[in-house]
């Protein structure tokens, strides 16, 4: 089974805070993708990356930044959290083609910014 | 106008019915289309995946696809409460920069005894 795991459940940071969050993946995957997800509005990508120190911008990269240094974790980076930053942050893994598309998800990280 | 879009619901049906969860994409979309369940609280998980124009069945999910009227949806038979969830619909889209997999923003579906 595929596992994608995420450094923290739960996070509560104050405004101007620099946040890291952390993901990992045991299933040797080219593609690690960070989401958020508000009521509403769905699951938009913030950064998705198809190789180590490989990343591309998704829909919403403003205010986020990613590092990928090696081919398992993918950390998404808030330089300077604001409040309009709280939501549900996932991270998914996918291997390559063809099933590119077929992307497994890691548990979530709900961030609370004050 | 939204790339792909769901009716938000709560779409409710008596336990063992068959419940029918719609889902409408734009020109843009490519050719791959999946659905995933998602639990109150939990993450998205993959349930089915279809490629091509028809039907596909797996267990009590049927996807299908009519690339014609742009449209997606999934049938669950014998719907149990355990399927109470938002299902969102995602597809392949193709941009200037490679794909993407866009997300509606789900239905949520209850199943009731």
């Known amino acids: 089974d595929v596992k994608v795991t995420q450094s923290s459940r739960y996070l509560v940071k104050r405004t101007g805070e620099k946040v890291f969050l952390e993901c990992v993946q045991d299933?040797?995957?080219?593609?690690m993708f960070w989401y958020r997800q508000d009521p509403g509005l769905g699951l938009r990508l913030i950064y998705f990356?198809?190789?180590?120190?490989?990343?591309e911008k998704g829909d919403i990269p403003e205010g986020y930044s990613v590092s990928r240094e090696k081919k398992e974790r993918f950390s998404l980076i808030l330089e300077s959290a604001s409040t309009n930053q709280t939501s549900m942050y996932l991270c998914?893994?996918?291997?390559?083609?063809?099933?590119?598309?077929?992307?497994?998800f890691g548990p979530g990280t709900r961030l609370t910014v004050l | 106008q939204k790339e792909v879009e769901q009716n938000s619901g709560p779409l409710s049906v008596p336990e063992g019915a068959i419940a029918s969860l719609n889902c409408t994409y734009s020109?843009?979309?490519?050719?791959?289309f999946f659905w995933y369940r998602q639990y109150s609280g939990k993450s998205p998980e993959l349930i089915m995946s279809?490629?091509?124009?028809g039907d596909k069945e797996d267990g009590r999910f049927t996807a299908q696809l009519n690339k014609a009227s742009q449209y997606v949806s999934l049938l669950i038979r014998d719907s149990q409460p355990s399927d109470s969830a938002t299902y969102l619909c995602?597809?392949?889209?193709?941009?200037?920069?490679?794909?993407?997999?866009?997300f509606g923003t789900g239905t949520q579906l209850k199943v009731e005894l």
């Open positions: 998914a893994s996918s291997p390559d083609r063809p099933r590119y598309n077929e992307q497994f």
């Open positions: 299933m040797d995957h080219e593609n």
């Open positions: 990356s198809y190789d180590v120190k490989m990343k």
């Open positions: 020109d843009r979309v490519s050719q791959s």
């Open positions: 279809i490629y091509s124009n």
């Open positions: 995602a597809c392949l889209i193709l941009t200037g920069g490679g794909n993407k997999l866009t």
